[in-house]
Nanobody, 125 residues
Framework: QVQVVESGGGLVQPGGSLRLSCTAS????????IGWFRQAPGKEREGVSC???????YYADSVKGRFTISRDNAKNTVYLQMNSLKPEDTAVYYC???????????????????WGKGTLVTVSS
């Protein structure tokens, strides 16, 4: 049974940084990709960033240059380093994963198989 657990959310001032972590357990190989998604109040869930088993990455235009995703296969963990945070980054951030052997990761919520419960990120002064 695959389990996905996020951590690292919290309250931060505009311009600050946070690092989110996502651990996916239960896979028998590294053939999976992991994505970060977020959902703000009254808005649809959107893809923020993802990383494939080949370390191919994707970033939404709204976070390019500010967020960095990385992967540690030995720890089954993916990190999302978020810098220069803005109030519009406030949302519940979800980690999700799917089994995959292809080069490109997916940033589409409907494509993901397993989801974490989410962690709240609040950017406010």
């Amino acid at each position: 049974q695959v389990q996905v657990v996020e951590s690292g959310g919290g309250l931060v001032q505009p311009g600050g940084s946070l690092r989110l972590s996502c651990t996916a357990s239960g896979f028998t190989s590294d053939d999976y990709d992991i994505g970060w998604f977020r959902q703000a109040p009254g808005k649809e869930r959107e893809g923020v960033s993802c990383i494939s088993r080949y370390s191919n990455t994707y970033y939404a235009d709204s976070v390019k240059g500010r967020f960095t995703i990385s992967r540690d296969n030995a720890k089954n963990t993916v990190y999302l380093q978020m810098n220069s945070l803005k109030p519009e980054d406030t949302a519940v951030y979800y980690c999700a994963t799917r089994r995959s052997r292809i080069f490109r990761c997916s940033s589409v919520p409907a494509a993901m198989e397993y989801w974490g419960k989410g962690t709240l990120v609040t950017v406010s002064s």
